[in-house]
């Protein structure tokens, strides 16, 4: 089955860590550049990193530098995010998405929808409480 699964999100404090991991099946992760794109509950959605199949160069939302870092593994087949000092307004859905066109530095403020991606996974809740 051709898919992107997420995981690794939960619960966690104010300043604290979580990895993400997007693993892809069916297909070669390498092959596309890979984002992650979150939606918190009544926003619109946010494009957060990507990281670029052409050069691998990564990419970071204002928001978010200095506190998030994406990475590939392609033996693994799998994107991951690193989130440090993790802030309540960091709460939300984590979705990534794989793509060879759609994403670009424009783009990041306003990500496509869903159905325009290659592939899109069904996402992980990050939630940041304490």
């Known amino acids: 089955q051709v898919q992107l699964v997420e995981s690794g999100g939960g619960l966690v404090q104010p300043g604290g860590s979580l990895r993400l991991s997007c693993a892809g099946s069916?297909?070669?992760?390498?092959?596309?550049?890979i984002g992650w794109i979150r939606q918190a509950p009544g926003k619109e959605r946010e494009g957060v990193a990507y990281?670029?199949?052409?050069?691998?160069?990564?990419h970071y939302a204002d928001s978010v530098k200095g506190r998030i870092t994406i990475s590939r593994d392609n033996a693994k087949n799998t994107v991951y995010l690193r989130m440090n000092n993790l802030k309540t307004e960091d709460t939300a859905v984590y979705h990534c998405?794989?793509?060879?066109?759609?994403?670009?530095?424009?783009?990041?403020?306003?990500?496509?929808?869903?159905?325009?991606?290659?592939?899109w996974g069904q996402g992980t809740q990050v939630t940041v409480s304490s």
């Open positions: 990281i670029s199949r052409t050069d691998g160069s990564t």
């Open positions: 998405a794989a793509d060879r066109w759609l994403f670009s530095e424009a783009q990041m403020a306003y990500p496509a929808p869903p159905n325009e991606y290659d592939y």
């Open positions: 069916g297909f070669t992760l390498d092959d596309y550049t």
